[in-house]
Each structure stands twice: as C-alpha cells, then as structure tokens.
C-alpha cells in the first residue's frame, strides 16, 4: 500500500539521550535498547471515518518516538497497517450505498493527507490487510499445526489456553477481560466456544461480504490476527514497541501476542508496549460510535495552521486522557506566533540548555509538555533579551528552528 511523502528532517549536531518509554505489561518505565535498528509497530485505522484528533494524538505520539530514537542516533523500521476491510466498513459502505473499497481508498488517502499536514513520520512499510491476506493465511497455518485453533460451524477460532503468557501484556483479571471482550469485538457467548475470550481468526464467507480462498475455506481474517501476521512479517518477534491508543491494549494486542507467541513459546511478541490516552470532547471520549469527532480535515478546511493542530497535542503527555476545547486551537496558534517571532530575532540568546532539555525530555518517556515549556522559555528569553546581549554563536549551537523540527515535528 502507498504511503505519503516524508518530510524533510534536519540532522542535529547534537545527540539525544537513550529513549525511556512506559511500558503497559510491566507498569513501569523503561529504557529502550534496540538491537540493530529501533523497530516499531503502530496499529493503523479502520478507515470508515479519519482523522479525528484521537487519531492524530496516538500518530503524532509516535512520531515523537521516531524523531527521539533517531535523533538519540538509531535507524528506525516502522511499520503500519491500515484494517481495510472489516465489519465497521462493510457497515458504513453498505449504510451509504457506496463500494467499501472505493469508501477504504478514499479514506486512506484523508489519512495520507492528514499525515503529510501534521508532518508526521510515514511507516516504511504501509500494510493493508487485503494486500497482506497471504501473510494471514500464513499465520494462521502455524497455528493450526501448533494446535491452538479449532471450528465453530464454519469459522475458526483461536484457543486462548494455547500460550501460557495470555494475560501478560495487559496484565487484566479475567473478570475485566469478560467484561471489555464484547465492548471491543468479541463474541464470548457464542456457542460452541471452548471458552468466552477464544478469538475468531477466519470468518467463513457469508453472503455478500468478500471473501478468499484458504486451506480453512473462503473467507476472511479476523482482527487480531492481521496484525500478528504483518508485525512478523516486517519485524519478526520481539520487536522493540508495539504501539497504539489505550483502547487496544485488551483485546487487540493481547491478542495480537498471544496470537504469536503460541506459535513460537518463549518468543516474545514485542519487547514493549506503549499505549495513548483517550481524546474527549463534550464530555465523552472522542468516538464514531459517539460522533463527537473533530476531524484533522475539517480543521485543515477551516483554515487552522496543521502546526497549530499539532502543537495542541503536544501540550499533553501521550499517555494522559484529556478533554479537547476549540479555544485550544487559537492559544496555540498564538504560541506558535510568540515562537516565530522569536526565531525571528536571529541567535540572540544561547539554545544549547534549552536544546538540551528539550531532547532529554522527549527521551524521558516522549514528555512533549516538558519539551513544549523548555521552547517556551528560550521564545521568553529570546524576546526579552536586552539590546546589549551579547549575540549567541549559531555556529556552535543547532539553530532552535531544527530543533523544532527534528525533535518536536514543528516546521515554522
């Protein structure tokens, strides 16, 4: 599947610290150390509907990682699927009388475009589960002669009792999980389900939905598995961060590992998990099924800066669930406003301090806010410095500009 163009990206002269992320399956917070390449999987869209500010939050969450790995002087693998063809799409393409892979196109193509605005990273490898339908298969395969699936009528379904690890990535009681199963996709009161948290790997073809050949018969994959199969496919197991919104942590990913690990025991998925937090607005977590969307497109439409778009999300850690306001939007394009006409005034004041803590606070756990407060004090210093400073040396120091740039995705 195509991607979208990458932005430039200045090179630093100076390097960043080793990256610090949390990790979801240990609580805790930990020190990345890639072996070879930095290795990073992201969970892409459904694409019924894109790109709402939920959307944007997790992508931009992890192009800071990308920006902190390579700017702390690692190669990056990045690797994105897009889930274009699913129940929610079928639904909508069907509700709207429209062809679902003309509806999965065109709404790829809006990410693409939001993408590219927010100057977001792009995978090296932009998967869509209709092109990776081989690798499923594949998969799937494995875990048929591993014993870890069985029929329900015509489908096939993964037993979770197949890795012993199932659990570990979210680290939920069962109870929880019961509960979270049917919110999130699965079917725990089907009948003839050996048990309630058994995922189905190959839907048998129904009428009028698509469907493929398969040694299982025609069909189509099951969500988890997609992402097991394209994850090993571009990665191999135990890659360095499995990533996506806090949404997905039970069932998706646990899934997704489970899915693996019972192919090759003792053979970790992902060596991290690095989850975002819930965008709301109106009071509610931000939702298709609620349609309280903000979309990036809408915005974009309307005018606003892409940059003030994203400047917006950095003002909140990754990790925490926040509220979005429209008035958001305006501050930080005055912000961005204070900063340019800062960057305006030349080398007047020293950047190496705030250079510095910048970096050390994207690779402390991509902390944007702190980050977002260390430009903050330089445009300050900047501004307020009086005329008999002396001048910095730009030559001894990286211009701020391609810090903004290069650590924090803001081209100004």
Wanted: hydrophobic share 40%; glycine share 8%.
């Amino acid at each position: 599947m195509r991607t979208w163009p990458s932005p430039p990206v200045p090179v630093l002269g100076t390097a960043g610290p080793p990256v610090r992320v949390h990790d979801t399956s240990t609580g805790s917070t930990v020190l990345t150390e890639p072996q070879g390449p930095a290795r990073l999987y992201v969970c892409g869209i459904t694409p019924y509907d894109a790109t709402h500010l939920g959307h944007a939050a997790t992508y931009v969450a992890f192009d800071l990682l990308n920006r902190a790995w390579r700017n702390a002087g690692h190669d990056v693998v990045y690797v994105q699927n897009v889930t274009d063809v699913d129940d929610p799409l079928l639904e909508r393409a069907a509700r709207d009388g429209v062809d679902w892979t003309a509806l999965a196109e065109r709404e790829t193509e809006l990410f693409r475009q939001d993408m590219t605005a927010l100057r977001v990273l792009p995978p090296d490898h932009y998967v869509g589960v209709v092109e990776a339908i081989p690798l499923v298969v594949g998969q799937i395969e494995r875990l048929v002669a591993a014993g870890a699936t069985y029929r329900v009528d015509e489908d096939l379904y993964y037993s979770v009792a197949a890795d012993e690890t199932f659990g570990d990535v979210s680290s939920m009681l069962r109870e929880e999980m019961l509960h979270l199963f049917p919110e999130r996709g699965g079917d725990p009161d089907r009948p003839g389900k050996r048990d309630p948290l058994d995922a189905l790997l190959w839907r048998a073809e129904r009428p009028g939905e698509p469907a493929w050949d398969s040694p299982f018969g025609r069909g189509r994959p099951g969500w988890h598995i997609e992402c097991s199969a394209i994850a090993m496919a571009h990665l191999g197991a135990g890659f360095d961060v499995q990533g996506g919104g806090s949404d997905l942590i039970f069932p998706h990913h646990e899934m997704s590992a489970a899915h693996t690990q019972a192919v090759g025991p003792g053979c970790a998925f992902a060596r991290t998990y690095v989850h975002t937090g819930m965008v709301g607005y109106q009071g509610e977590k931000m939702s298709k099924s609620r349609g309280n969307l903000v979309f990036v497109s809408a915005l974009r439409d309307a005018g606003v800066d892409p940059m003030a778009i994203r400047l917006t999300l950095l003002q909140h850690h990754y990790r925490e669930d926040w509220e979005y306001r429209s008035q958001t939007l305006a501050e930080a394009a005055a912000q961005l406003g204070r900063w340019r006409e800062a960057l305006a005034c030349g080398p007047v004041v020293g950047v190496a301090a705030y250079v510095a803590e910048v970096l050390a606070a994207l690779a402390d756990d991509l902390d944007a806010p702190r980050a977002v407060a260390a430009v903050q004090e330089w445009a300050d210093a900047t501004l307020t410095a009086p005329d008999s400073a002396p001048e910095a040396d730009p030559a001894a120091e990286p211009p701020m500009r391609d810090v903004l740039d290069a650590a924090l995705g803001l081209a100004l």
